[in-house]
């Protein structure tokens, strides 16, 4: 063989295994990329990991409102009965209408 052939085989296998270097990376790529790829999965888990995070907040949200709204309602009750209250210590319902 002569040197300017060996020289162009070995020109030949660099370019076929960097051809063959491309395809693997392509199909890796492909991999990661295709509806049901790995990223694909990974968004899907994300997607339903939030969605649950949102349930649980929600009921969490739910029920600070229900206790918020009974305690809104003990406080409103525990102000009519100190409005009672000073008004019979204070005699305020007892002054003169004319």
Same mark, same amino acid.
């Given at each position: 063989? %002569?040197?300017? @052939?060996?020289?162009? /085989? ?5 370019? &076929? +295994?960097?051809?063959?270097? !491309? ?17 694909? %999965?990974?968004? @899907?888990?994300?997607? /339903? ?5 949102? &349930? +649980?907040?929600?009921?969490? !949200? ?37």
């Amino acid at each position: 063989m %002569e040197e300017q @052939e060996r020289e162009q /085989n070995k020109r030949i296998n660099q370019h &076929q +295994r960097f051809i063959n270097n !491309l395809r693997e990376r392509l199909k890796t790529v492909e991999t990661d990329v295709e509806p049901d790829g790995r990223i694909s %999965e990974a968004f @899907e888990a994300l997607d /339903n990991h939030l969605d649950d995070v949102e &349930q +649980r907040l929600g009921k969490r !949200l739910d029920d600070h409102d229900k206790k918020f709204g009974r305690l809104e309602h003990k406080v409103n009750q525990l102000g009519s009965k100190l409005d009672i209250i000073i008004e019979h210590l204070t005699g305020v319902n007892d002054l003169p209408e004319e």
